[in-house]
């Protein structure tokens, strides 16, 4: 009686955490749509259980594996949860094996992991000390033998059952989501594939796809949008234009101050003198290279496809090349390795004239001696060597910089740029992050410093923004503006635009942009009507209010304040930014272009995918 007390305890302690991780797993993190259908596979788990593993479990033998089965199963599931909490997708085999080098553990440790996660580890804790026979006194008898507490018979139609709810549940899932084809189905909406068939044919499906090759798809250009048509110059159509990619700057650090310090000074005062993107928003899909993806190449970032790594940079709309054939010599910059992202083979196919990289800036000649670090070189010394490879360059120029010294984990500062004023923050990840921050201020002050110095301000449009947020979530200090939304998805992130030429009047931009907005903005400032067809973003000149695609696995649709989810081609309002809720509906056209230009965001990187 106790022996079978006890495999019913441990068998009920392993199903419960099972069942507690697996639907987190498919409901809030894969996010399927059809959480009726889920139960109902959750309800077949319970009865394969009883019907299979509770019989065995008297066996130690069968306790460590199942126990060695819950730690993988824990495994998979905290990895996708940690992904999830930081991108706001579930981990694909596409991000697996498609990251780059970084101090993961710290990163993990000091930004994405909380103390409740722990509660994730408690059914393993409890099986654990079961399997050592603590508490239920399992292996202080012998080897129990394999009993079979079901009749043959009534094990047999358990099981017929089980089959039968599985394919029930399958098949009003298929028809609930349009009967759609698999491979169709995966490329268009993958929490509506795992609704249908679950997770392990999720992973399933999308190896073999990557060992099947590229699914056929024909790219179909959207319905003609709105974009910049001749175009009246704001400025000298021959002006340079230098762009900066500030890693990890908050639009909430805009005129921000922490016990009487801002935080970035001299950013508050660019504000105040420049064009301001006052609802602007990153692309930060799958790593920080979206920003420049989307910058670069007027498209939107799509999940699970690392595009500078994948595709062919060659075959997509470019920026550079437009300004490349108006005369202008291409120039990217970026402290970290050129191999970081594949930003080396992206950028020349791109069309830069030259990248210049790691190995291009002295470890020897800087500033500040800042510990080596994986980033590269400082941010100072990084525009300081910059600004003299600048300065004999053939003009006008088209400049693109990264920053990386507020990358987090926001170590990498000068240790006497620790500011007093922030000293009583008891978040010490807080703290680096205000640190980190301020020394990139410093650096940017001293970058713009420069070019006057230079001669080469009063002929350059800057465009400023950030790549992403820091994602910061404490008590004292958060990165995001907010939103009340009533499903988990990855909140847009709000960053800083700001767009300076001595010509340009300071002014607010009112209306809301993305990153993908960038190309035809400076094509239009500059008076260029090069604008390649395939630009998925539009002018922010413009005034009328356009949808912002964010495409995760669940595409995302930002218009006027509310957020809505493409979801099994329709659109469903989910929430709004915090006190801006409102009974808006996307216009019809306006719907049936933001779902048109998520079936080609999708369709192009599939299209044009590197042939090795």
């Given at each position: 009686m106790q022996v079978e007390r006890d495999r019913v305890f441990f068998t009920g302690v392993f199903v419960l955490g099972l069942l507690v991780k697996y639907n987190v797993l498919m409901l809030s993190i894969v996010g399927v749509p059809l959480p009726a259908t889920q139960l109902l596979r959750s309800a077949a788990v319970v009865m394969l259980v009883y019907a299979c593993l509770l019989p065995a479990t008297g066996r130690r033998s069968v306790r460590v594996g199942t126990y060695c089965g819950a730690v993988l199963f824990t495994?998979?599931?905290?990895?996708?949860?940690?992904?999830?909490?930081?991108?706001?997708?579930?981990?694909?085999?596409?991000?697996?094996?498609?990251?780059e080098s970084f101090n993961a553990v710290e990163v993990l440790v000091r930004h994405i992991i909380r103390p409740s996660d722990l509660l994730y580890l408690l059914d393993l804790l409890v099986m654990g000390l079961t399997i050592k026979g603590l508490g239920s006194g399992l292996n202080t008898r012998k080897e129990a033998p394999l009993p079979y507490i079901l009749p043959g018979v009534r094990r047999s139609l358990l099981l017929l059952t089980v089959v039968g709810m599985l394919s029930l549940q399958a098949v009003v899932a298929h028809y609930r989501v349009g009967g759609r084809p698999a491979t169709e189905l995966f490329v268009d909406s993958t929490p509506a594939f795992a609704s249908v068939y679950g997770l392990v044919p999720l992973y399933t499906f999308e190896l073999y796809l990557r060992l099947a090759g590229t699914p056929e798809v024909r790219v179909q250009l959207p319905s003609e949008h709105p974009g910049a048509i001749d175009p009246e110059p704001l400025i000298d159509t021959y002006s340079n234009v230098i762009v900066i990619?500030?890693?990890?700057?908050?639009?909430?650090?805009?005129?921000?101050?922490?016990?009487?310090?801002?935080?970035?000074?001299?950013?508050?005062?660019?504000?105040?003198?420049?064009?301001?993107?006052?609802?602007?928003?990153?692309?930060?899909?799958?790593?920080?290279?979206?920003?420049?993806?989307?910058?670069?190449?007027?498209?939107?970032?799509?999940?699970?496809?690392?595009?500078?790594?994948?595709?062919?940079?060659?075959?997509?709309?470019?920026?550079?090349?437009?300004?490349?054939?108006?005369?202008?010599?291409?120039?990217?910059?970026?402290?970290?390795?050129?191999?970081?992202?594949?930003?080396?083979?992206?950028?020349?196919?791109?069309?830069?004239?030259?990248?210049?990289?790691?190995?291009?800036?002295?470890?020897?000649?800087?500033t500040y001696r800042v510990e080596d670090s994986y980033l590269g070189i400082n941010d100072y010394d990084f525009f300081r060597q910059s600004l003299q490879l600048l300065e004999n360059t053939q003009e006008p120029f088209f400049a693109y910089f990264i920053t990386v010294t507020s990358h987090t984990p926001f170590s990498f500062y000068p240790e006497e740029f620790a500011v007093d004023a922030f000293?009583?923050?008891?978040?010490?990840?807080?703290?680096?992050?205000?640190?980190?921050?301020?020394?990139?201020?410093?650096?940017?002050?001293?970058?713009?410093?420069?070019?006057?110095?230079?001669?080469?301000?009063?002929?350059?449009?800057?465009?400023?923004?950030?790549?992403?947020?820091?994602?910061?979530?404490?008590?004292?200090?958060?990165?995001?503006?907010?939103?009340?939304?009533?499903?988990?998805?990855?909140e847009p992130e709000h960053i800083p635009l700001i767009i300076r030429h001595p010509d340009i009047e300071q002014d607010t931009l009112t209306r809301t942009g993305t990153l993908t907005d960038?190309?035809?903005?400076?094509?239009?400032?500059?008076?260029?009507?090069?604008?390649?067809?395939?630009?998925?973003?539009?002018?922010?000149?413009?005034?009328?209010?356009?949808?912002?695609?964010?495409?995760?696995?669940?595409?995302?649709?930002?218009?006027?304040?509310?957020?809505?989810?493409?979801?099994?081609?329709?659109?469903?309002?989910?929430?709004?930014?915090?006190?801006?809720?409102?009974?808006?509906?996307?216009?019809?056209?306006?719907?049936?272009?933001?779902?048109?230009?998520?079936?080609?965001?999708?369709?192009?990187?599939?299209?044009?995918?590197?042939?090795?």
């Open positions: 495994v998979v599931f905290l990895a996708n949860l940690w992904y999830n909490r930081y991108f706001g997708n579930y981990l694909s085999l596409s991000e697996l094996t498609g990251g990619q500030v890693e990890s700057l908050d639009k909430k650090l805009i005129n921000y101050s922490y016990n009487g310090h801002e935080v970035v000074p001299f950013v508050n005062s660019l504000v105040e003198t420049s064009l301001y993107g006052h609802n602007f928003y990153a692309q930060h899909v799958n790593g920080s290279f979206d920003a420049d993806f989307s910058v670069l190449t007027g498209l939107y970032p799509v999940n699970r496809h690392y595009s500078f790594r994948d595709n062919d940079m060659s075959r997509f709309p470019s920026l550079v090349r437009i300004l490349n054939q108006r005369g202008y010599r291409t120039l990217a910059f970026h402290g970290n390795d050129a191999e970081f992202f594949n930003r080396g083979v992206a950028y020349s196919e791109l069309g830069f004239d030259r990248f210049y990289s790691r190995p291009d800036f002295s470890m020897d000649d800087r000293d009583k923050l008891n978040s010490e990840f807080v703290r680096d992050f205000f640190n980190s921050v301020y020394f990139v201020d410093y650096a940017l002050q001293m970058f713009f410093q420069g070019l006057e110095e230079r001669g080469l301000k009063d002929n350059t449009l800057i465009v400023m923004f950030s790549d992403h947020e820091a994602a910061l979530e404490t008590p004292e200090y958060s990165s995001s503006i907010g939103f009340e939304v009533n499903r988990n998805v990855k960038l190309a035809p903005t400076i094509l239009d400032i500059l008076g260029l009507d090069e604008i390649d067809p395939e630009f998925m973003g539009t002018s922010l000149l413009q005034p009328a209010e356009q949808p912002v695609l964010f495409i995760h696995e669940l595409p995302q649709i930002l218009y006027r304040d509310q957020l809505f989810v493409a979801e099994l081609n329709e659109l469903t309002k989910i929430g709004h930014i915090e006190g801006r809720d409102a009974s808006i509906d996307i216009p019809p056209e306006k719907e049936r272009l933001a779902l048109e230009k998520v079936r080609f965001s999708r369709e192009v990187m599939l299209e044009r995918r590197r042939v090795e």
